[in-house]
């Protein structure tokens, strides 16, 4: 699958580091036999882009593990607005929109070349003490830095 990163602004966010892109071609594998993207490939997608926005806050899986906690997704929601095929070129969109008590980041699978919406979702992580194994209710000060800012007052 080819792809290229870049970090983008989104209107109405409240810092461009919140929201990443990657556009990708899909390839043949990852058609189901009506010829169109197979549904569950479109988490894949979503991980391409998370993986791009993570990335540009400074907070990817190593970062995170490093830091002392884990992010497993523990909810993720997909509605497939029209397919996507073999050889078409997708522009894929992350977006942090919730970070105080847990991660929510949206997605966008748009085609690159006409911007129609294909596929939208989101994925909700929580943080997890890797020294306890036990779940954070409220999130952790070190993603507060790496969003550039302040945590909230107990």
């Known amino acids: 699958m080819t792809e290229k990163a870049q970090t983008?602004?989104?209107a109405g966010d409240p810092d461009p580091r919140w929201t990443a892109e990657v556009?990708?071609?899909v390839?043949?594998?990852d058609l189901d036999p009506m010829d169109v993207v197979w549904h569950g490939n479109y988490a894949r997608y979503f991980e391409r882009a998370?993986?791009?926005l993570l990335g540009a806050i400074d907070y990817d899986f190593p970062q995170m593990k490093d830091s002392g906690y884990a992010w497993p997704v523990v909810d993720m929601s997909i509605r497939y607005v029209g397919p996507a095929r073999f050889g078409q070129r997708l522009r894929v969109s992350a977006r942090i929109v919730e970070w105080e008590n847990r991660l929510r980041i949206r997605y966008e699978v748009r085609d690159a070349a006409t911007g129609a919406r294909l596929t939208k979702g989101e994925?909700?992580?929580v943080a997890v003490s890797l020294a306890s194994g036990e779940m954070c209710f409220v999130s952790p000060a070190v993603?507060?830095?790496r969003l550039g800012i302040a945590p909230p007052a107990p």
């Open 8 to 10: 983008v602004i989104a």
């Open 23 to 25: 556009e990708l071609d």
């Open 27 to 29: 390839p043949f594998h």
């Open 50 to 52: 998370r993986h791009a």
């Open 123 to 125: 994925t909700v992580q």
């Open 143 to 145: 993603l507060f830095e």
